[in-house]
C-alpha cells in the first residue's frame, strides 16, 4: 500500500441547521500511516473529537462535514453511504470512547457481544470465535478470560470495561483503533494500566491507533506523532520528541508550561491568561492571538503561514521577518 | 421568515407547532362561544328537526332542531373547563407530593407516599372516574355548607385522579434534582427545607410536568367525553361532547352522520392537538435538545 | 494569631458506616454487613493552610468531605472545629459552625442552579449570613472583584459562563458565608488544564489574603504538591499516609503512595527512562502486590 493509511485533508466540520452554519473545524489536515500512533490534542472545544467522529462517520445531530476529504486507505469517506460506512466501521475501524458503558449492551455478557461481532464481520463458527473471545480478552489483560467473558457489563469495573471495549473494537482486526479519550473517566492507577495494555495491543497487532486526549503527557508516552488543536484548527504537529522537547508554537509551549508536575516546586501556577474562543466565532488571524505571550500586530488580522521544518510543522506568524 | 421559524422551534418542530395552533383556536371557541355561536345552542324548534347540514345550519341540526355547530362551540367549552381544571387540582396535590416525597428521600414521607400512589395507579384512570361518578351519583352534592354541580364534581374526581401520576412524574425530577450540588450549597448556608424545595428544586422540576399536564388535558378530554356518554357527567341541556355523541347513538343507523360526527371529530382534534403540542414541548423542555440547540 | 492556637480542625478516629444493600428479608431481620466508608481517619488542619486529601474513587474521600461540611453524621469519632467538639454544639452554635464551613464543588453543570442569576445565587448566600439589602450591593461588587469575575457576569445564567467562570461564582458564593474553613472537593478537574491554574490559583490568593483554612480534594497529586502545606493519602476508607508534601511524594513510605505516584503519567521524561517498563509493568499485571490495595482490577 502506498500513501498513508488515513489522510485527512483541508477538513471543515459545521455546526448548525438550516440556515445558520457556523464552522468549529476549519481546516484540518492529518495523517496516520499504518502501524502509527498519532495523538491529537487540544482543550475542550478545540474540535478533536468531532474530527475523529467524522471518521467514523458519527457526527452528532446538527454537525456536518461542510468540505474537504478523508481518505481511509485511499476510499473517500466524505458522503459515503451508510450501509459502506457500517461495514468499513466494523471491519477496518474500531473505535473506544470514555465511557464504555454506554458502548456495551446492558442486556448481553460482554463475551457474547464480541462473539456476535466476530460472527458478524469474520463469519466465523460459534465455537471458533468463543474461543477467539477468550484470546482477545487475554489480550487486553483481563485474568481469567473464560469466566470475564461471562459477566455483564455493569458487573466489571471502569478499567475493566476499557478493556472489554477494546477486546470488542479490535475483534475484527482493523487497521485502525481511533481512542478518543478512553482514559479521563478512570483513576490515576486504572489509567496507567489501560494505557500500558493499549500500548501492548498496538504492538502486538500493529494496528495504527489514532488517540484523542486533552491530557498531554498521556500522549506524550505512547505516541509516535502529535497534532495540537486549537479552536478548530492544527496550530503545531511532528514527532513527539521533537515536538515535546523544542514546542514551535506559543500555545504548545504555554499549554505545556501549565501542566501540574509533581517536581514543579511551590507558588502560583503558570496559566494561559483568558478564556478559548466561543465556540465556533469567526476569527479572520490566529485564533490563539488574544491569549499569546509573543503576539503581534498582524497576528489578529492575517492568517499565521503554516511553516514546516524536517517534519515539524508549526502554524504562526512567530519568527517570520 | 426567521421569527417564525423561531416560534415553530418554541414548540419543538412544526408538529408540536400545529399542536399549539389547535389548542389555541380551542381556547378561543370556549372563552368565545357566546359571540361565536351563530344561534342559542339550547333553542329547540321543532319545525327544524334533523336537517342536513348546509345552508343556515352549516353541520346541520338535531333531534329537537338545535343547532349542531352551535352546540359542538359550546360544547368546547364543557369538555375544556371539566379537564383543565382537574389538572391544575392534579398539578397542584401532585406537584406538592411528588416535591416533598423527592426532597425528604429516605424517609418515611417517601415511603408512604411513593406506596399509596402506586397503589392508585394500578387501575387506569378512567375506570376509576367512571366507577367514583357512579358511586356518588348524577345530582348536585352537598358538602357541609356547598353545593356542588354534577360538572363540579366531576372536575375534583379527576383532578384527585391526577394526582398520583404528576406526583410520580414531580418525584422522579425531585429526587435527582434534591442532590444537585446547588442544593447542597443553600443547606450549607442553613437555609431551610421549604424554601430550598420551593426556589431551587420546584423551579427545576417543571418542565416535565408541564409536559404531562398537556397530555393529561387530552386524557381529560376523552374522561369528559366518555362520563358524559354513559350520562353521569355534564348534563343535559347544557351542551358537551360526550352528552351530543351519547344523544346521536339513535340516529347513528338511520343516516343522520351529522349528529355524531362533529361532537365526535371535534374530540378527536382536540385530543391530537393536546398530544401535539405536549410531545413538542417535551422535544422542545428536554435538556438534551435544549443543548444541541445552545451548541449551534 | 498564636502558635498555639488550636487547629481550625481536628478529625479524631473518624468513622462512617453504611449498611450494605441486601436482600429484603435480610434487612426485615435487622441484617445487612456494615461497610466502613471511612474508617478511623484522624488529622489535623492548622488554622490558615491548605491540607491536601488525595484518593481514587471510593477511597472515601468525598465521604470524608461530607463529614466535615455535616451534610452527614459520622457513626464514630469526634470532630472538633476551633478546638470545640462540634458533636456537644447546642443548635444556635450549630448553625453558627455549618456556615463557617463552606464548600466549593466540581464543576459538573450541577453546582449551580440553572435557573438563577449570578446575581440572585450572591444575594441569597449574603441574606442567610444576614448581610443587610443595604449593604449587600458593596459587598456583592467586593466579592465578584474577589474572585476576578466582571460586574456584567451578575446578570449571566450559568450556561452563559465558561466552566472557570462557573466555579469563580461557586467560590463566591462560599465566601459570601464568609467563612473559617473551606472544602474545595475536585475544583478543578473538571475544567481544561490551561484554565485548571487560574481556580488553584484563585484558593491559593484567598487562603494568603484572607487567611482562610481550605481542605483540597483531589485525585491529582501535582496539584496538591504545589499548593498544600499536608496531605493525606486515602485508601479504602483509611488515610494510609499523611504529612508535608515534600515528605510524601519525595519519600513515601506506604505502598499505595508509590503505586499512586508511579501511575501519574510523566510525559516525555517518563518515556524516555522508566515508562516503558512500568507501563509493561502496568499492563502485564506485575504490579498486583502494588496495586492491591487498589483492589478494583482483578
Known amino acids: 500500500m502506498s500513501g498513508p493509511l488515513l489522510q485527512i485533508d483541508g477538513l471543515h466540520i459545521a455546526f448548525g441547521s438550516r440556515s445558520v452554519w457556523r464552522d468549529v473545524v476549519r481546516g484540518v489536515d492529518l495523517r496516520v500511516s499504518a502501524g502509527e500512533v498519532v495523538g491529537l490534542v487540544g482543550e475542550s472545544g478545540s474540535g478533536k473529537?468531532?474530527?475523529?467522529?467524522?471518521?467514523?462517520?458519527?457526527?452528532?445531530?446538527?454537525?456536518?462535514?461542510?468540505?474537504?476529504?478523508?481518505?481511509?486507505?485511499?476510499?473517500?469517506?466524505?458522503?459515503?453511504?451508510?450501509?459502506?460506512?457500517?461495514?468499513?466501521?466494523?471491519?477496518?475501524?474500531?473505535?473506544?470512547?470514555?465511557?464504555?458503558?454506554?458502548?456495551?449492551?446492558?442486556?448481553?455478557?460482554?463475551?457474547?457481544?464480541?462473539?456476535?461481532?466476530?460472527?458478524?464481520?469474520?463469519?466465523?463458527?460459534?465455537?471458533?470465535?468463543?474461543?477467539?473471545?477468550?484470546?482477545?480478552?487475554?489480550?487486553?489483560?483481563?485474568?481469567?478470560?473464560?469466566?470475564?467473558?461471562?459477566?455483564?457489563?455493569?458487573?466489571?469495573?471502569?478499567?475493566?470495561?476499557?478493556?472489554?471495549?477494546?477486546?470488542?473494537?479490535?475483534?475484527?482486526?482493523?487497521?485502525?483503533?481511533?481512542?478518543?479519550?478512553?482514559?479521563?473517566?478512570?483513576?490515576?492507577?486504572?489509567?496507567?494500566?489501560?494505557?500500558?495494555?493499549?500500548?501492548?495491543?498496538?504492538?502486538?497487532?500493529?494496528?495504527?491507533?489514532?488517540?484523542?486526549?486533552?491530557?498531554?503527557?498521556?500522549?506524550?508516552?505512547?505516541?509516535?506523532?502529535?497534532?495540537?488543536?486549537?479552536?478548530?484548527?492544527?496550530?503545531?504537529?511532528?514527532?513527539?520528541?521533537?515536538?515535546?522537547?523544542?514546542?514551535?508554537?506559543?500555545?504548545?509551549?504555554?499549554?505545556?508550561?501549565?501542566?501540574?508536575?509533581?517536581?514543579?516546586?511551590?507558588?502560583?501556577?503558570?496559566?494561559?491568561?483568558?478564556?478559548?474562543?466561543?465556540?465556533?466565532?469567526?476569527?479572520?488571524?490566529?485564533?490563539?492571538?488574544?491569549?499569546?505571550?509573543?503576539?503581534?500586530?498582524?497576528?489578529?488580522?492575517?492568517?499565521?503561514?503554516?511553516?514546516?521544518?524536517?517534519?515539524?510543522?508549526?502554524?504562526?506568524?512567530?519568527?517570520?521577518? | 421568515m426567521i421569527r417564525l421559524h423561531r416560534l415553530v422551534n418554541g414548540f419543538g418542530g412544526p408538529a408540536g407547532f400545529l399542536g399549539a395552533l389547535i389548542v389555541i383556536a380551542l381556547l378561543v371557541m370556549a372563552v368565545g362561544a357566546p359571540w361565536i355561536a351563530p344561534r342559542d345552542p339550547l333553542l329547540v324548534d321543532i319545525s327544524n328537526q334533523l336537517l342536513e347540514p348546509g345552508g343556515q345550519f352549516p353541520f346541520g341540526t338535531d333531534q329537537s332542531g338545535r343547532d349542531v355547530l352551535s352546540r359542538v362551540i359550546w360544547g368546547t367549552r364543557a369538555s375544556l373547563s371539566v379537564s383543565a381544571i382537574a389538572v391544575v387540582i392534579g398539578m397542584a396535590g401532585g406537584v406538592t407530593l411528588g416535591l416533598i416525597a423527592g426532597f425528604y428521600r429516605g424517609g418515611w414521607i417517601e415511603q408512604i407516599t411513593v406506596r399509596f400512589l402506586e397503589a392508585i395507579s394500578a387501575i387506569p384512570i378512567l375506570i376509576w372516574a367512571i366507577a367514583l361518578v357512579g358511586i356518588f351519583g348524577v345530582g348536585d352534592m352537598r358538602v357541609g355548607p356547598f353545593v356542588l354541580a354534577n360538572e363540579a364534581k366531576l372536575m375534583i374526581l379527576l383532578g384527585l385522579l391526577y394526582i398520583p401520576t404528576l406526583a410520580r412524574v414531580t418525584y422522579t425530577t425531585a429526587l435527582v434534582q434534591s442532590q444537585a450540588n446547588f442544593v447542597l450549597a443553600r443547606r450549607l448556608q442553613g437555609t431551610g427545607g421549604l424554601r430550598i424545595m420551593v426556589s431551587d428544586v420546584l423551579p427545576n422540576c417543571l418542565s416535565p410536568v408541564i409536559v404531562q399536564a398537556t397530555l393529561l388535558l387530552a386524557i381529560g378530554i376523552i374522561i369528559e367525553a366518555s362520563v358524559s356518554f354513559v350520562g353521569l357527567g355534564v348534563q343535559p341541556p347544557t351542551p358537551s361532547w360526550g352528552n351530543m355523541l351519547a344523544d346521536a347513538r339513535n340516529y347513528l343507523m338511520s343516516g343522520e352522520w351529522w349528529i355524531s360526527v362533529f361532537p365526535g371529530a371535534a374530540i378527536s382534534l382536540a385530543v391530537v392537538g393536546f398530544n401535539l403540542l405536549g410531545d413538542g414541548l417535551r422535544d422542545r423542555l428536554d435538556p438534551r435538545h435544549a443543548a444541541a440547540v445552545l451548541a449551534t | 494569631m498564636s502558635t498555639d492556637a488550636p487547629p481550625i480542625l481536628e478529625l479524631r478516629q473518624i468513622r462512617k458506616e453504611y449498611m450494605l444493600r441486601q436482600g429484603m428479608l435480610a434487612r426485615l431481620r435487622g441484617g445487612g454487613k456494615p461497610f466502613a466508608a471511612v474508617d478511623g481517619v484522624s488529622f489535623a488542619v492548622p488554622r490558615g493552610s491548605i491540607f491536601g486529601l488525595v484518593g481514587e474513587s471510593g477511597s472515601g474521600k468525598s465521604t470524608l468531605a461530607q463529614i466535615i461540611v455535616r451534610l452527614i453524621e459520622p457513626t464514630s469519632g469526634t470532630m472538633l472545629f476551633n478546638g470545640q467538639d462540634v458533636a456537644g454544639l447546642d443548635r444556635a452554635a450549630a448553625q453558627r459552625f455549618r456556615r463557617g464551613v463552606q464548600m466549593v464543588f466540581q464543576d459538573t453543570g450541577s453546582s449551580l442552579n440553572p435557573r438563577k442569576r449570578v446575581r440572585r445565587v450572591i444575594a441569597e448566600a449574603l441574606a442567610a449570613r444576614g448581610v443587610t439589602r443595604a449593604n449587600a450591593a458593596t459587598e456583592t461588587a467586593r466579592l465578584m472583584d474577589r474572585v476576578g469575575l466582571d460586574t456584567p457576569m451578575l446578570a449571566r445564567f450559568p450556561h452563559e459562563l465558561s466552566g472557570g467562570q462557573r466555579q469563580r461564582v461557586g467560590i463566591a458564593r462560599a465566601l459570601a458565608m464568609a467563612p473559617d474553613l473551606l472544602v474545595a472537593d475536585e475544583p478543578v478537574s473538571a475544567l481544561d488544564v490551561s484554565l485548571q491554574g487560574q481556580i488553584i490559583n484563585l484558593l491559593q490568593e484567598i487562603n494568603a489574603s484572607l487567611g482562610l483554612s481550605i481542605v483540597l480534594i483531589s485525585h491529582d497529586l501535582a496539584v496538591v504538591a504545589r499548593v498544600c502545606s499536608a496531605l493525606g493519602v486515602m485508601s479504602k476508607g483509611h488515610m494510609v499516609e499523611s504529612g508535608p508534601p515534600s515528605r510524601v511524594l519525595v519519600a513515601p513510605e506506604h505502598p499505595y503512595t508509590r503505586t499512586l505516584l508511579a501511575a501519574v503519567p510523566s510525559g516525555l521524561k517518563g518515556r524516555r527512562q522508566t515508562d516503558r517498563t512500568l507501563m509493561d509493568a502496568f499492563a502485564a499485571g506485575d504490579m498486583a502486590a502494588a496495586t492491591a490495595p487498589v483492589g478494583s482490577e482483578a
Not at chain 1, 69 to 74: H, S, T, V
Not at chain 1, 145 to 157: D, T
Not at chain 1, 272 to 299: E, K, M, N, Y
Open chain 1, 49 to 321: 473529537s468531532l474530527t475523529a467522529l467524522s471518521v467514523m462517520g458519527l457526527l452528532p445531530l446538527g454537525a456536518k462535514v461542510s468540505s474537504g476529504r478523508i481518505l481511509f486507505d485511499g476510499t473517500e469517506l466524505v458522503g459515503m453511504r451508510d450501509g459502506a460506512m457500517n461495514k468499513l466501521r466494523g471491519r477496518d475501524i474500531g473505535m473506544i470512547f470514555q465511557d464504555p458503558l454506554s458502548a456495551l449492551n446492558p442486556a448481553i455478557p460482554v463475551g457474547k457481544q464480541i462473539v456476535d461481532s466476530l460472527r458478524t464481520h469474520a463469519s466465523m463458527t460459534r465455537r471458533a470465535a468463543e474461543a477467539r473471545v477468550v484470546e482477545l480478552l487475554d489480550l487486553v489483560g483481563i485474568n481469567q478470560p473464560a469466566e470475564r467473558a461471562r459477566a455483564y457489563a455493569h458487573e466489571l469495573s471502569g478499567g475493566m470495561r476499557q478493556r472489554v471495549m477494546t477486546a470488542l473494537a479490535v475483534s475484527s482486526n482493523p487497521k485502525l483503533l481511533i481512542a478518543d479519550e478512553p482514559t479521563t473517566a478512570l483513576d490515576v492507577t486504572v489509567q496507567a494500566q489501560v494505557i500500558g495494555m493499549l500500548d501492548r495491543i498496538r504492538r502486538d497487532l500493529g494496528i495504527a491507533v489514532l488517540f484523542i486526549s486533552h491530557n498531554l503527557d498521556l500522549v506524550a508516552s505512547i505516541c509516535d506523532r502529535v497534532s495540537v488543536m486549537y479552536a478548530g484548527r492544527v496550530v503545531e504537529s511532528g514527532a513527539v520528541e521533537p515536538l515535546f522537547d523544542a514546542p514551535r508554537h506559543p500555545y504548545t509551549r504555554q499549554l505545556l508550561r501549565c501542566v501540574p508536575r509533581l517536581d514543579g516546586g511551590t507558588g502560583p501556577m503558570p496559566t494561559i491568561p483568558g478564556l478559548p474562543p466561543r465556540f465556533g466565532s469567526v476569527l479572520p488571524g490566529c485564533a490563539f492571538t488574544p491569549r499569546c505571550v509573543v503576539s503581534q500586530a498582524r497576528c489578529s488580522a492575517q492568517a499565521p503561514p503554516m511553516r514546516r521544518e524536517s517534519g515539524h510543522l508549526s502554524v504562526c506568524w512567530e519568527g517570520v521577518p
